[in-house]
């Protein structure tokens, strides 16, 4: 299904289930060689199928299930896979597959279980021809893909290397595509072969390679093009004498329909085509610089991570102190709580003195009544009252936030009376001394009435 024409080879339309190859006629008898294949698929969907595929086998595959060419196949196959078959987003790529003339090539899972190397590339409507450079060397494949977004053809990129591949000796070379249910344009540009041969070492004359026979073949037929061609030069120059003299004016046949004038000019469309690919062309050097300044960050993003961890593994020996001098810290402010509590204890002692002179001061005799008695024992339960509300406050205080007071934990065998003992005794004592007290009073009033 291949369609020649004089500046490309479509190898496929964009109609569904079509297939096309195109070989070369003789065996390569290059040990090393390179080629440089100029190609592009445009479509009008967003995705498209099947894909093109770049070969060196033993024998020509001119038709066949994979991308337009025949299976088992005993060489290299370089395809350029538009459709995503196993679902797993990995297309549009570009896959290495060798074959030793027993392998079927695994359609479902493109590829994939089969693969030496893969990229992942999108080659399809690009605004420049994409361009693949293959090259073996001392069993050595590289593949370096030209996306097409730049007018620049040296722009390649390195897409896959297999290292220790052994292909013949001898070869074909052909380009091949297929559609399926999607289909896309699949047009060769170019296709150069080159011999690659050692450093210091020179390469044989072609004249040594090329059989008479078939040299002589090759020199008629560049004859007979050169006859065809100087006769359609005479034929335009008969139908459109204007364009003489002017070489370089119209690439194409089409173009000596055009005046002079409206070829000074380009068309709206044009114009906004010419301006996008050069936006495209400027955001791509941009992601280039972009990248190159990220890996630079990153070089100096490691540096400083390694600065920081010397610098922190240096003062590792300074934390011990610092951790001596917070213990320091918290010793002292223990101090302080516990000199605050030895002070508002003094000062309870002291209310409780306080409380018991007066006390002692109601029991004298011929002192007061019973109502004076009975005030001395309000005063008393007031003192109380504060003393317990200091000691709640305190222990609040001192305690953590959040928790709620706990008593002290008593010692096995307490070698001196507890500050909560005393009280209590001092209490107890405080109570049953003055109930005595309003007893003998009482006591004496009712003698008194009897006398």
């Known amino acids: ?67 337009g060419a025949a299976d088992k196949w005993n060489g290299l196959g370089v395809f350029f896979d538009s459709f995503d078959n196993d679902g797993k987003k990995n297309n549009p790529g570009v896959i290495v597959v060798g074959n030793n003339g027993k392998l079927l090539y695994d359609h479902q899972n493109d590829g994939s279980t089969q693969a030496l190397a893969s990229c992942l590339r999108d080659f399809r409507n690009k605004p420049y021809p994409v361009r693949v450079k293959i090259a073996y060397y001392k069993k050595t494949l590289t593949v370096s893909v030209n996306n097409g977004f730049t007018p620049d053809k040296d722009d390649y990129e390195l897409c896959a290397k297999v290292e220790d591949m052994e292909l013949p000796s001898q070869g074909y070379f052909g380009i091949s595509a297929a559609t399926g249910g999607l289909a896309d344009d699949h047009d060769v540009l170019s296709f150069l072969t080159f011999q690659l041969t050692e450093p210091g070492k020179e390469a044989p004359t072609p004249d040594a390679e090329i059989p008479p026979q078939e040299k002589e073949k090759y020199q008629e037929e560049f004859e007979h093009f050169q006859q065809e061609l100087d006769k359609k030069k005479e034929e335009f120059q008969k139908e459109h004498p204007d364009v003489q003299g002017q070489p370089g004016k119209c690439l194409r046949t089409a173009c000596a329909l055009l005046s002079p004038a409206d070829d000074a000019f380009e068309t709206v469309s044009d114009r906004e085509l010419r301006q996008i690919f050069e936006g495209q062309n400027r955001i791509h050097l941009e992601i280039k610089q972009l990248n190159r300044q990220l890996d630079m960050i990153l070089d100096e993003q490691r540096r400083y991570v390694a600065a920081v961890t010397e610098e922190m593994a240096k003062r590792g020996a300074a934390f011990p102190a610092q951790q001596a001098q917070v213990s320091q810290q918290e010793l002292e402010t223990v101090v302080k709580g516990q000199e605050e509590v030895v002070r508002q204890v003094n000062e309870i002692r002291n209310a409780v003195a306080d409380a018991l002179s007066s006390a002692g001061a109601a029991a004298r005799p011929g002192s007061a009544a019973a109502y004076e008695s009975a005030q001395h024992f309000n005063d008393i339960k007031e003192h109380l009252h504060l003393v317990r509300r200091d000691l709640e406050h305190l222990a609040q205080r001192n305690g953590p936030a959040g928790d709620k007071p706990k008593c002290p934990e008593l010692p096995p065998f307490p070698s001196c009376l507890s500050t909560v003992h005393f009280l209590l005794f001092v209490a107890v004592q405080t109570v049953l001394f003055v109930g005595y007290v309003m007893y003998r009073s009482q006591q004496e009033a009712a003698a008194k009435k009897f006398f």
């Open 1 to 67: 299904d291949a369609i020649p024409s004089a500046d490309q080879i479509r190898i496929t339309t964009s109609l569904k289930s079509q297939r096309g190859s195109v070989w070369t006629k003789s065996k390569s008898p290059f040990a090393h060689w390179e080629v440089e294949v100029t190609f592009r698929v445009t479509g009008r969907g967003r995705v498209g199928a099947d894909g093109l595929a770049v070969w060196f086998t033993e024998e020509q595959g001119l038709e066949g299930p994979v991308f």
